[in-house]
C-alpha cells in the first residue's frame, strides 16, 4: 500500500440515493442469489432460466458466472484455496456494488468452503445473502462432464480440481436445496420464484 492510498487517508464519501429509494424505483426489492455446488451441477443452467423468468416478470437482474468472471475482474487467479478465496472475495464485493444498485444478482460460483461462503455473507447488507446449494451429487456431475474437465481431473491432467481432488464443503443450512438430477428446470426455477416471493424480493403479482 502506498502512502498516499492508506486506508486512513481515504474517507467515505456519502451518496444521496440509497439501496431502499432505487426498489422503490424498480418495484422490488435487490438480493444475491448465491448458488454452490459442484462443476456441472446446473448452477449456470438454473441462474441462466430465473434469469429469463424474472426478466419476463420486469424483475432487473445482473448474473455473475465463475467461467465468465475468470476471464476478466479474476484472470490473474487460480484454484489454489487462497485463489479461490480472492476470487469469491472480488465477486461479493461486485454483488455488494450490484445490490446497492437495486439488482437481483445472481452468483454461479463453486464457492467450495464454508467460511469462504460465510464472508460472502458478511461482506453482504444482512438479509441480502440466500445461499442455493445445487446438490447434484458427483456421481451425476461426472457422468455429464459438461466440458469434459472431470475426464481430466481423473487423468491428472488439472489438478485441485473440486470433488476429485479438492474439498466441497455442502452448505448445512442452505436457503433452498436443489438436486437437478431429480428437478427438472422448471420446478428449479419455480421453487427459486417461490423463495423470492416468501422473502418479499418479488411481489405476487410479478410471479
Ligand atoms: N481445478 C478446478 N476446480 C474447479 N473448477 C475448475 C477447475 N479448473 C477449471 N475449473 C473451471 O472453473 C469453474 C469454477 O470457477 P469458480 O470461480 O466458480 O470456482 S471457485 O468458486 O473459485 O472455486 C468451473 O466452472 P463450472 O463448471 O461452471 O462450475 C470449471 O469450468
Ligand atoms: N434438471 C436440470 N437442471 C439443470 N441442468 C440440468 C438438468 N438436467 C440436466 N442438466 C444439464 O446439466 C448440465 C449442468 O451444467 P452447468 O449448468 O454448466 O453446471 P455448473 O454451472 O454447475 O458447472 C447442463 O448441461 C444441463 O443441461
Known amino acids: ?116 461462503r460465510e464472508r460472502i455473507k458478511q461482506m453482504l447488507p444482512p438479509g441480502k445473502f440466500l445461499e442455493i446449494y445445487i446438490a447434484t451429487p458427483l456421481e451425476e456431475c461426472e457422468k455429464r462432464d459438461v466440458k469434459g474437465l472431470y475426464k481430466k481431473a481423473r487423468a491428472g491432467e488439472i489438478q485441485q480440481f473440486t470433488g476429485i481432488s479438492d474439498p466441497y464443503e455442502a452448505p448445512e443450512a442452505a436457503d433452498l436445496v436443489l438436486n437437478t438430477a431429480e428437478f427438472s428446470l422448471e420446478q428449479s426455477v419455480q421453487l427459486l420464484l417461490d423463495l423470492l416471493l416468501a422473502k418479499a424480493v418479488i411481489a405476487p403479482a410479478a410471479t
Open 1 to 116: 500500500m502506498t502512502e498516499s492510498n492508506k486506508a486512513s487517508h481515504i474517507q467515505w464519501q456519502p451518496y444521496q440515493i440509497d439501496a431502499a429509494a432505487r426498489a422503490r424505483l424498480k418495484g422490488h426489492q435487490s438480493t444475491v442469489l448465491w448458488f454452490t455446488g459442484l462443476s456441472g451441477s446446473g448452477k449456470s443452467t438454473v441462474a441462466n432460466a430465473l434469469e429469463q423468468a424474472l426478466l419476463a416478470r420486469g424483475v432487473h437482474t445482473y448474473l455473475l458466472d465463475g467461467d465468465n468472471v475468470r476471464h476478466g475482474l479474476c484472470a490473474d487467479l487460480g484454484f489454489s484455496a487462497a485463489d479461490r478465496s480472492e476470487n469469491l472475495r472480488r465477486v461479493a464485493a461486485v454483488a455488494d456494488l450490484m445490490v446497492d444498485a437495486g439488482l437481483v444478482v445472481l452468483s454461479a460460483f463453486i464457492s467450495p468452503l464454508r467460511e469462504q
